[in-house]
């Protein structure tokens, strides 16, 4: 069994050496770079990972890049700002194996004292019920970390290249009749300021990105894979 684990990194010189460490003993790490300009690329291939630079600004643009570059059985994603502990990864991976479900998420339970800012959490709330009503989906958190099998996540045709690509996994992975499940996961404050959620602007630029992609029509049976 071969696991990698996608990190999508912009600036985040102070959280790899943390991030990076806590990814588990045997698995690959992939730091994509999205033109970073604190040396995050060097620093991340000194400490052993992979790296793959991406030039073309986005969440999803470094997601999908590293999903690309995998080999590997299964693939994971997790921020790379130290908000999460890569080494949790494993147990979501755990449900994937077994068969149990086809897409775990992490979901965030804040650990520290503004860990999860309000706006952050207000826009998670609304992105949720938004996914409930378009897949019947019960989740109660969007978060970044997840697993599945990388053959089927590339069978998703993911699309987005924005902040609405975490979001398209679930929606298509519902319409493909995944099974997906949550699994809770402590939230650290992160390191940095994020550059998606860091205020309520970005926040709710990220919900209106996310609502494009739940106007996304169920394909008919058939149409992908």
């Given at each position: 069994?071969?696991?990698?684990?996608?990190?999508?990194?912009?600036?985040?010189?102070?959280?790899?050496?943390?991030?990076?460490?806590?990814?588990?003993?045997?698995?690959?790490?992939?730091?994509?770079?999205?033109?970073?300009?604190?040396?995050s690329?060097?620093?991340?291939?000194?400490?052993?990972?992979?790296?793959?630079?991406?030039?073309?600004?986005?969440?999803?643009a470094?997601?999908?890049?590293?999903?690309?570059v995998?080999?590997?059985?299964?693939?994971?994603?997790?921020?790379?700002?130290?908000?999460?502990?890569?080494?949790?990864?494993?147990?979501?991976?755990?449900?994937?194996?077994?068969?149990?479900?086809?897409?775990?998420?992490?979901?965030?339970?804040?650990?520290?004292?503004?860990?999860?800012?309000l706006?952050?959490?207000?826009?998670?709330?609304?992105?949720?019920?938004?996914?409930?009503?378009?897949?019947?989906?019960?989740?109660?958190?969007?978060?970044?970390?997840?697993?599945?099998r990388?053959?089927?996540?590339l069978?998703?045709?993911?699309?987005?290249?924005?902040?609405?690509?975490?979001?398209?996994?679930?929606?298509?992975?519902?319409?493909?009749?995944?099974?997906?499940?949550?699994?809770?996961?402590p939230?650290?404050?992160?390191?940095?300021?994020?550059?998606v959620?860091?205020?309520?602007?970005?926040?709710?630029?990220?919900?209106?990105d996310?609502?494009?992609?739940?106007?996304?029509?169920?394909?008919?049976?058939?149409?992908?894979?």
């Amino acid at each position: 069994m071969s696991v990698d684990v996608v990190l999508p990194c912009l600036d985040e010189a102070e959280a790899l050496p943390w991030v990076l460490a806590r990814v588990p003993e045997r698995w690959r790490a992939i730091v994509v770079d999205n033109g970073s300009t604190d040396g995050s690329a060097a620093l991340a291939r000194g400490l052993g990972a992979t790296v793959v630079h991406e030039s073309r600004r986005g969440f999803g643009a470094a997601c999908h890049a590293g999903l690309l570059v995998s080999d590997a059985d299964f693939v994971c994603f997790c921020d790379c700002d130290a908000s999460l502990d890569p080494g949790l990864l494993a147990v979501l991976l755990d449900s994937v194996r077994d068969g149990s479900a086809d897409l775990v998420l992490g979901r965030r339970r804040p650990a520290e004292r503004g860990a999860w800012p309000l706006h952050a959490r207000a826009g998670n709330l609304a992105l949720s019920r938004m996914v409930r009503r378009r897949t019947g989906l019960r989740l109660r958190d969007l978060g970044p970390m997840r697993v599945a099998r990388r053959d089927e996540l590339l069978s998703l045709g993911l699309t987005d290249r924005r902040s609405g690509y975490p979001l398209q996994m679930v929606v298509r992975a519902a319409d493909a009749g995944w099974r997906v499940r949550e699994v809770d996961v402590p939230y650290l404050r992160r390191s940095g300021r994020s550059k998606v959620t860091g205020t309520w602007r970005g926040t709710w630029q990220a919900v209106r990105d996310m609502r494009r992609v739940l106007d996304e029509a169920a394909p008919v049976a058939g149409e992908r894979g």
